[in-house]
């Protein structure tokens, strides 16, 4: 099966969430985004919100300033896990590829 890069910033790198849309524990690798900044948002649908344990969930705004950075772990993971990723991700979130300062290019879930 094939594997896609997935860049997460928030959540997605919580164990508990990883385990309720993976059914396993994510490995990955420190990298940084460049070109973004990092807000909140309310989060309204409750099962994100059990999933997660909050209310407000962080998310990309693009700047195309090379100066915003944003750290975060890349995980490898399968075409099947990214489709569980969209459905746990709310309506707020579009995912876009974007180039990772390690020269990797990811998924990354940014303002809708």
Do not use: C, K
């Not at 919580?14 to 849309?21: I, L, T």
């Not at 524990?25 to 990092?38: M, P, W």
């Amino acid at each position: 099966m094939a594997e896609v890069l997935l860049f997460s910033y928030g959540t997605l790198q919580d164990p508990a969430v990883q385990m309720a849309n993976f059914g396993r524990r994510l490995e990955g690798a420190a990298d940084v985004l460049t070109g973004f900044s990092i807000g909140e948002i309310e989060i309204t649908d409750p099962e994100v919100i059990a999933e997660s344990g909050l209310t407000h969930h962080l998310i990309l705004h693009p700047t195309d300033d090379p100066a915003d950075v944003v750290p975060g772990v890349v995980f490898r993971i399968t075409e099947q896990e990214l489709a569980a990723a969209d459905r746990y991700e709310a309506e707020d979130y579009r995912r876009v590829l974007a180039p990772l300062t390690s020269g990797l290019e990811a998924w990354v879930y940014i303002a809708a």
